[in-house]
């Protein structure tokens, strides 16, 4: 038998898969060939996904905890106890402290509708508080709505007719392997190529080293250059764009000599970029979500969205999830407005959970779909908020991860294979199925399920807050203007795209791509785009996280096959003024932790950077990961962390041999 699977992980690429099943065991994944964007192959983690699916490390039975929090001292129980008790305690917490003191948090660890968005609804039924979601893209999705009034961008599928690709701060090969096979397959038809990135990422076309942090300027300079020199579609502006001549007030401060001094990038590689961007023509310009994590990172994300318009552009690419499709329905958004409070719900900001935990608010904390101790900043924070005794956390995961150290209950959750969903990317437009193809291992449950259950336990109508998958899903499709095809087309096909939203409607108050922000300066923002210089601090390294090729965010770090090792990379000029070969041990220190981890030198890396891998569980690698040296300290837009604004220190450490440890 094969079936139709998606891949759920937070990932630009949602993969469509076809799984072989034998004997009701899954023994072969393979991309589905059809796929405009996959193309019939899988990333690295994919294609090891049944060793994540088949691990013996899999939780499969609910656990109770009996011993201190953060020793994994835990006995098994049955989902009726744990069900008995969870619900007893949620209602403790509503009865003293109200609604408001219960707090899901929750991000895209599966990003199946079902599974994210359908699982919300017991939470809106109860009237709990929430989490707004700041730790990965909402700066530059807050700064596009401002530039464009939504955030959808081009079509990847664009990438083919473009003359000009620019992947700006985007980790093609480890982030968006499929977006950037598209753009190898453009290069060999003759596009031409440029990544601006502090770090070199791949070899398809040009590189500029830029500054971390400094995008906005760059783009700033190619406007004043454009601009001066002529090379601007004039009627195209007027046509389309609202403030301009306010902008052009702006920009005349950006000259070449200034923006070269600043981005340390040449005059002549500025020049270069922005006469291409002109000359070639379509080009498709692809934002990479790290380039806004940054303190000013919504201003930079700001800044360059505007340059499409000067050489007859439409949009940039950031992210393609403002579509059409009635996730309110999914959510439950009806139970929300009936739902009833003695506290009033409140929204908090998830990048800053510790801060929230120390303010004794939240006395129930329910996890699923993410691992934040590992994947926020202000780790130690984070950990100290989990360990108080007086928050009850509740954790929905599939392995013993560090978040589950701390629980009270964790309870099983299903991989991909074991459960029915649907799914939408962030990426491109196509709609995929994920059919059941094996039976759950142990009496591991699916969100939704859970939840539905859970319902039941607190004494509330479940059939009517959770009717059944297939009859949601149905309902959702005819209510969503972006979807024209019924369930059974998508398990027939097993993808179907979606409608792609006209490039040329901008839903800002002036109904154009708006240099001067309304809607920015509504939200208190400067209407018009800068530059804000970030204060370095003492600190002379500038430290960016990126995820590491085998794993995304958190998942896939326990099951791959070798140890990964905390790494950093650093650029060989800086390691040979320290004296730092390839696999000396080195500290890492700002003032909030020291960390110790191998030193990578490399030529790729610009002088002054340094690059560690985030999502490291820190049970597996020494008791910290990289998060234990970020502030939660976050940007005007959107509130959105500022994983890339981290200055340390480095230093070797002495007396320790390159195969040893410290």
Known sequence: MVTYNTCPRDCYDTCSILTSVEDGKAVKLQGNPRHPITQGFLCWKIQNALKFVYSPQRLQYPLKRVGKKGTDSFKRISWEEAYREIARRMKEVEAGYGAGAILPFDYFGHMGLLNKQFSQRLFNALGTSKCSPTVCSLAGRTALQYVYGGYWGIDPEEMQNSRLI?????????????????????????????????????????????????????????????????????????????????????????????????????????????????RLRPNFMHLGFGIQKHLYGGEAVRTIALLPPLVGGFRVHYSNTDREIDLGFLQGSQFADSAGTTTGKKTYNMAQLGRILQTEEIKFLFVFNTNPMVNLPNQNLVRKGLEREDIFLVVHDLFLNDTCSYADIVLPATSFLESFDVNVCYYHNY?????????????????????????GALGLKSDEIFPPECEVIKEFLKRSKAVDFTLEDLEREGFLKMKVRPQNVYPTPSGKIEFYSQLGDKAKLPPLPGYYEE????????????????????????????????????????????????????????????????????????????????????????????????????????????????????????GVPCSGKP
């Open 535 to 654: 204060a370095r601090n003492s600190y002379p390294f500038q430290l960016i996280t990126a995820n590491l090729m085998h794993i995304t965010r958190s998942q896939f770090h326990n099951v791959w096959e070798r140890e990964i090792e905390p790494v950093v990379l650093l650029n060989e000029e800086d390691a040979r003024e320290r004296a730092i070969k390839d696999g000396d041990w080195v500290r890492l220190r700002n003032s909030l932790d020291t960390l110790i981890m191998k030193a990578r030198p490399t030529k790729d890396i610009k002088k002054g950077v340094l690059v560690a891998y985030g999502g490291l569980w820190p049970k597996l690698c020494g008791g910290k990961g990289v998060n234990a040296l970020i502030s939660d300290e976050v940007q005007a837009f959107g509130g959105n962390a500022a994983y890339n604004s981290t200055y340390v220190q480095v230093e070797k450490l002495v």
């Open 166 to 278: 620019i992947f700006w701060g985007l980790n093609g090969p480890w982030s968006n392997l499929h977006g950037h096979n598209l753009a190898k397959q453009a290069v060999r038809k003759g596009a031409k190529f440029y990544l601006i990135d502090p770090m070199k990422t791949c070899e398809l076309g040009k590189h500029l080293p830029i500054r971390p942090n400094t995008d906005g300027v760059l783009a700033l300079g190619i406007a004043n250059y454009l601009i001066s020199k002529g090379l601007y579609e004039r009627a195209h502006v007027e046509k389309y764009t609202y403030g301009f001549e306010y902008f052009l007030e702006i920009v005349k401060e950006f000259d070449l000599e200034r923006v070269s001094r600043i981005t340390e990038l040449s005059r002549e590689d500025i020049v270069e970029l922005a006469e291409d961007m002109y």
């Open 431 to 455: 709609m995929s199925i994920n059919q059941k193809a094996i039976e759950p291992l142990g009496e591991a449950k699916p969100n939704y399920q859970v939840f539905r259950e859970l319902a």
